[in-house]
């Protein structure tokens, strides 16, 4: 067998096993402390090579509005929202919340679906399948931090040690978006704390910090990726690097769905993706890192899975796993251009299913007996 045959079988191996139960009795407690308020990340100059990603941008983003105008199947659609409760042990890790009312104006369109910020957007049933609500579900966007939720399945994987120590070096620094980091040159952590601060607050340099430390180096670490994404069927997902920062990591709304669902299978990545906050000691210094989802926070929402993206390319990205009328479902949101704009689009989608939802209820037959 050559060397990518066999690297292939291995993924696919490792893929089949269930590694979490052992991963996630080492992943250590986040441990309590003073909170200090995290930097703001500033971008230095620009490069030549960041002046031509613009113009992917623009590219990409005409694409997208253009199939969006002019075709008829992208057009978001409505299906019918089901009832019946989930199935048991449908989803262990999700607990369906009391009914919220959520603050965000919700308008309809003509057709009676809500209008949203996303450029692209895909809302599906995890339990059945069923596509609730979908706009350009099959466009072809870069994806920014979503990649994140890759990287932690493929360092999982891998069943290297969580409590072994890495350093970031140098070769950690963005060179590409000039992205800064509170993770200094020299700062040295558990895997478990780096894979923690990769998903919870989008740390880049624990990202790549992760890929380094891979059998293989960087370069096999994203090869691995690459076959993952084949593994999982998602035909239009492409890997060029495990930060996300690279424009060139891409995806579709809809291979975006079936990622988080893979990525739920795993109790660490349920754990560090939904969790609030943590303390880190970085250098002698306990540092508060934040998660970058504030609907985490929220008692309205059951969260199992969440990861956000944002890179100029990609616009402002939101993945989640969670209940919407008692049914675990999976939300998609792509290319929102305000800061808010995406959470409140999740918020959106909310009030329009439970509303949707309430209004099957009501008009259904009542039965009546004798």
Known sequence: MTPRSLLVAALFGLSMLQPLANLAEAAASPAAGASAKPAAKKPIAKTVAQKKKAALKSSTRKTVRKARAGSATSKA???????????????????????????????????GMPELGSSAFYVINSTNGEVLLERNASAVLPIASITKLMTAMVALDAGQSLSELMTISRDDIDTLKGTGSRLS?????????????????SENRAASALARYYPGGEQAFIEAMNVKARLLGLWNTRFHDSTGLNPANVSSPRDLAKMVSAAAAYPLIREFSTAPERHVDVRGRLTRFGNTNGLVKSPEWSISVSKTGYISEAGRCLVMQTWLHQQPVVMVLMDSNGRYTRTADAKRVRKWIEQSATQRVAAAPVRREG
């Open 77 to 111: 659609r409505r299906l019918s929202v089901r009832l019946a409760p989930a199935a048991a042990g449908a989803s262990a890790a999700l607990v369906a919340p009391a009914a919220a009312t959520e603050d965000v104006a919700l308008t309809l369109d003509a057709g």
């Open 185 to 201: 040159i020299g700062t040295t952590l558990s895997r478990e704390e780096m894979l923690n601060l990769a998903l919870m607050s």
